[in-house]
Every structure is written in C-alpha cells, then in structure tokens.
C-alpha cells in the first residue's frame, strides 16, 4: 500500500472512530510503529489530526475547514506528484508567489528544505506549513479572511501584491480550457490570483486532470499567459496538445520523471 493511500485510510479510521492508536494502526496496515508515528506527524501538520501519547484524535471542525480537507484529499497522490516537480522548479534566490490551493500547499511541502526564498503568499496553510524555516523568508499580505479556502482576499491583498517583484508564480484553478483560459469558483479568489500573474516574470499552472475541460464562474488569464503547465498522466494527450500549441511548456508527472514538450512561452498578460 503506498503511504498515501494509508494516511487516508488512517483519516478514515479516525472519522469513525474518533480515536486511533499506534499500535492498532500498525497491526492493520502491517508496518512499523515509527512508521504510523510518521504518518500521525504528517496528518497533523496538515490539519487532519491531533496527536496524543500513543495514538490521535480527531479535530473538531467546522463546515467550511471539512471542504477544505475535502478538497486537499481530492486527486491527493496527483497533486503530491505536481507539488514536487513544481518544486524542482524553485532555485535559491527566487521570489515566488503561492496561491491557496490545495495543489500548491503540496509545493510548499517539498521546498521547506531549500535556501534562500522569499515566498509570498495569501494561503493562512502555507504561512503555517512554513513557520519555523529561517531560510524562508515569508510574506503574508493580508486582508480579510476567507474562511472556505482558509486564505485571504480583497483589496488589501490585491495591493500588496502589486507591490512585489515577483519572479515566479504558482497557481492552481477550479478549471482551464483552451477556450476560456484559467478560471475560478468565485470573483473575489479570481481577483487576487490575476494579481498574483500580472506581476510574475514567469508564470507556472499546476493543474490535476480534473481540472481540464472545467469552466469555472470568473476567469483569472488566458492559457496565453501560462508559461509551464505541470499535470499528471490522467490529462488526455488530445488536451495537453493544444497547450503545446498555444506556446506552453508542458511538463507531465506520473511515470519514472516528468516530460517536458514544447516551447518556453515568454507571453505577458495584457493589463
């Protein structure tokens, strides 16, 4: 079993019962108790869990944190797959942007280790997930609280970002067709992430397959404007073909590596 597909069926236990323990988890999935203690350590930092002496308990959460692990369980192993070749993309010195999606919160998971960063950001989780790196210098802009996607929105935001100079941008979407561009669920969360593009030299879209072929209430930019599209091998060739053809650099993770095809689009968005 991979370690994915045991961290949920551990979530699942403990919806159920509302209690886990160590020892019982390492008798059912047949690994090591430092192994659960791992995976305890790792549902805790993400929200899912508390741990106790000798097991977990299960957090008391609101409707709106529930569709938020909701979403952050959804196309889990995909995203993880994303996240870290999306890391592979951050260098020592960059000042990147990172939305609050679900699919970039995995990037953030893959670059606490690296040096020299600026990461700005307006997700309440990455500033979380980031706490204690002294090599990572992180900015938070602000603004009134979101409490769905546990980030912050309005003109606040808006302003600060404009503020920066960014030099690359990680995004996700609720959708992305060819034909209407990146889009998201709500106005306000379009706003802030066209912002975010608007002032990055290089703009990078991380995409799960589901996300194709979704249109969403407001658009963010045109797929013009997307430097590098990371997906995973759910995404049928058909659709990531005509990504090549608008001038994105594609990058497809699931196999031994990812594959990169296409040209470098050095495309601006339009003000």
Do not use: W
């Amino acid at each position: 079993m991979r370690a994915e597909d045991r961290r949920q069926e551990i979530i699942r236990h403990l919806n159920e019962q509302g209690i886990v323990k160590v020892t019982e988890l390492s008798d059912i999935f047949q690994v090591t108790e430092e192994t659960i203690r791992r995976d305890l350590e790792r549902l805790e930092s993400e929200g899912f869990l508390k741990r106790t002496h000798g097991g977990a308990v299960k957090i008391a959460s609101n409707q709106e944190e529930t569709a938020f692990h909701i979403r952050n369980m959804r196309n889990r192993y995909e995203k993880q797959l994303i996240g870290r070749k999306a890391a592979e993309l951050v260098q020592p010195g960059d000042v990147i942007v990172v939305d609050a999606s679900t699919t970039a919160l995995q990037l953030v998971h893959y670059i606490k280790d690296k040096k020299d960063l600026v990461v700005i950001t307006h997700a309440l989780k990455v500033v979380m997930a980031l706490v204690g790196n002294p090599d990572i210098t992180v900015i938070c802009t602000g603004g009134t609280l979101h409490s769905r996607t546990f980030s912050f929105v309005g003109p606040l935001v808006e302003n600060a970002l404009a503020s920066y100079n960014i030099k690359k941008a990680f995004v996700s979407c609720k959708g992305v067709t060819l034909e209407e561009g990146i889009t998201e669920s709500t106005e306000v969360q379009a706003r802030v992430k066209a912002k975010m593009l608007r002032g990055a030299k290089e703009i990078i879209l991380l995409a799960d397959h589901d996300k194709f072929g979704t249109v969403a209430l407001a658009t963010v930019a045109p797929v013009t404007a997307v430097h590098k599209l990371i997906t995973d091998m759910g995404t049928s060739e058909e659709e990531l073909e005509k990504f090549r053809r608008a001038g994105v650099e594609v990058l497809v993770v699931g196999g031994a590596s990812g594959v990169s095809v296409g040209p470098r689009a050095e495309k601006r968005l339009t003000s």
